[in-house]
């Protein structure tokens, strides 16, 4: 009789991947830290502990000892497809990363798991499946037209046709969270920065296809990322601006690793390039913003590359600004909710955990909570509106950066 | 040559039943890494390359990983070995008690493992030097001297791992959310541990008419060693590849492959 086939198979998931599923001892410090765990009434499935377990039992039942001398144990479908669903209810905030003892990779095992399931036809999870068309059709996920992008900007806006300095504005701040990227243009032109940009010739970053495991589909990702790669060479760019932690963690680790190559270019978040014109005195500031504000880092700028301290020493030079931390900052930081795919697949947990993060920024008395990305914006606000606490304002570290120089931004569409 | 010698002629264990006890366990572990690498070799040797299928595979990304630079904690083998590996310090940022209970196992362990291996060494070199006529060897060098020697510190890493053990048992016994989330893999684990412990303590109490002896008749210590001896090579050796036991060679790997860890 023939052997029955293994239920699950190891499309994606690395060698080291597949032994760190061995090396959870259980100690539970990821249930936790967990937000989505935590927003979703600590629902066991959620735990991260349970995933690595569970699919550890997969990898045994399909090729464990006992598999190797009597055949593959069959997972009924509807376990993996329960598991599917819980694995992409994670915003791969990296948190449980953070605090393993056995020190897992686990944004890259989630991503990995994704990317498998999607290839077995489990995944993705609800409107995520739209996200290759969307891109595919119109290089952004919003199905808006990519000459949409930078065609808005007033005509005060200086960008150059080719520069040393290129300011990659990313789909959100360019479609969507229009303000930002108005505001790093002109705070660009203020202090005599000469920036290029793409245009209508800019890709979605992938972020959205590799959060969610379609990276691989097509080679969509990796095409885009090398033709944002040739984009920028084209525009004569040395170094890479981005206001957005999504692209800027895209293009820092995952275009490398997609084309196999390294970047041509150096990649810099807006807060590390005026955290040194600060520090050498380039920057004039024209205006106080008497404001207690507080922070919260994006975990694609904070956990996941380690950049801390620059959106901080950019608040703190503010004039009239109060910085004030939340409880959890930092490597410890509660993700906004909005990443892995969840805004968009799974909007009510999404939502839970931003009201949970405002709570903590409400905790602190501040009167604005202020992040470094736009997608941690959105949901911030979300969040913010969801459990009535109008009186916190929510706004971008850049934009009040901008307005700190003197800049008028009050005809930036929203 | 005896093993465990000078009790009874009757009960005493020789050193051939443990050897052969040792190599069936070491073969058994041997044979579960095995299936163990091929299982882990299911996997690629990069992010979102074709699963390789090789047995080399995990070695390869595990070295392509280590060499690789990181963007957070871009730390040297060195650094990750010494402190995240031996001094275990994830865990120490997580929960000192937590900590306090893993590294007195974690310490009470390797050091019996590293004096029982010293004492098979003495073991071997007695039973070489007789077969070779040579009876030159410094006093320390006979097994009666040595395992005297070692009686000392044997009870000191005995009692540092009882300590954590007890610590451990304590936590999955009467604190509520430990408890509730334990399953049988935790649970073997620890029981296997415990017992092991144990018996060695109740072995040796017997042999030296001690405490954990329990005024037990002392023919009942060369039965108790080999009770002893057998659950201490079946579940310390053979039982690693298939149980939680694995996490003493996994989590090791993974320190090292990402660098420390976020």
Known sequence: MAKRKPSVNTENLTAVQLMELDSCSRCGECVNWCPTYDAAGQDPGLAPRDKILRWREFMNKSYGLRARLFGPKEIPEEDIEKFKDDVYKCTTCGMCATVCESAINTVELWESMRANLVKRGNGPFGKQGAFLKLIGQYKNPYMEDNKNRVNWFPKDVKVEDKAEILYFGGCTAELKQRKLALATARLLNKLGIKFTMLGEDEICCGSALIRTGQYFINDTAKVNAQKNIDNIKAKGAKTVLYACAGCYRASLIDWPRLTGQKLPFKVVHITQFLQELIEKGDIKWEKSIDKKVTYHDPCHLGRHVGVFEPPRAVLKAIPGIELVEMDRIEENQRCCGAGGGVKAGVPDLALGVASTRVEDALATKADLLSSACPFCKRNLSDGRDAIGAKQLEVEDVVVLAAQAMGIDLSDSPE | ?262
């Open chain 2, 1 to 262: 040559m005896d093993y465990f010698a000078g009790v009874s002629d009757a009960l005493r264990l020789t050193f051939v039943q443990v050897m052969i006890m040792a190599s069936l366990s070491i073969g058994i572990f041997i044979i579960g890494m095995y299936i163990n690498l091929k299982k882990w070799g299911m996997g690629s040797t990069g992010y979102g390359q074709q699963p390789s299928g090789s047995i080399l595979a995990f070695p390869t990304m595990l070295a392509k990983q280590m060499s690789e630079h990181a963007h957070v904690h871009n730390q040297s083998v060195l650094e990750t070995f010494v402190l995240d590996i031996l001094f275990q310090r994830r865990i120490l940022r997580r929960s000192p008690l937590r900590w306090f209970m893993h590294f007195t196992i974690f310490f009470g362990w390797m050091a019996l493992f590293v004096l029982s291996l010293a004492m098979f060494a003495v073991e071997m070199v007695h039973l070489i030097s007789e077969r070779l006529g040579v009876h030159a060897l410094p006093e320390f060098l006979y097994p009666e001297v040595f395992r005297e020697l070692l009686a000392v510190p044997n009870d000191i890493f005995s009692y540092i791992l009882l300590t954590g053990i007890i610590i451990a048992i304590y936590r999955r016994l009467f604190v509520a959310k430990v408890r509730e989330s334990t399953i049988a893999y935790d649970s073997v684990l620890l029981i296997g541990l415990t017992v092991i412990t144990i018996t060695g303590f109740i072995a040796d109490g017997i042999r030296t008419g001690r405490f954990w002896g329990f005024d037990m008749p002392v023919e009942w210590a060369p039965p108790m060693a080999l009770f002893h001896v057998v659950i201490s090579l079946l579940f310390c050796i053979a039982y690693i590849p298939f149980s939680k036991y694995i996490h003493m060679i996994a989590i090791p790997l993974a320190l090292l492959a990402n660098k420390g860890g976020e």
